[in-house]
């Protein structure tokens, strides 16, 4: 099948490196690549599993309630800080 194609500047820089590093032609490089992308673009992927968040215990508070915010400014801050 003949058709035509617009590359980017960097895509047509890329395949004429692949080509000379391969000896080969413009036509059998590109069908190559388009073969290889083509077979990576439909490969069926498990999707990835559920991640958890890892559980760790801190322990108590150590400061009692944390629902006063002022009383916790005050401990962390110490007492002179009011």
């Known amino acids: ?3 035509t194609l617009t590359l980017d500047d960097d895509v047509a820089a890329a395949l004429e ?5 391969r000896d ?3 036509r059998d490089v590109v069908n190559d690549v ?3 992308g083509l077979r990576h673009a439909l ?3 498990e999707p990835a ?3 958890v968040t890892p559980v760790s215990d801190c322990g108590a508070c150590l400061i009692g ?3 006063n915010l002022a009383e916790v400014l ?3 801050e110490g007492e002179d800080y009011r």
Do not use: F, H
Not at 17 to 21: A, F, G, H, P, T
């Open 65 to 67: 309630s944390l629902d």
């Open 43 to 45: 490969e069926v992927r």
């Open 1 to 3: 099948m003949r058709t």
């Open 17 to 21: 490196r692949l080509r000379k590093q």
């Open 49 to 51: 599993g559920k991640y």
């Open 24 to 26: 080969s032609s413009y």
């Open 34 to 36: 388009m073969r290889r």
């Open 74 to 76: 005050a401990i962390a």
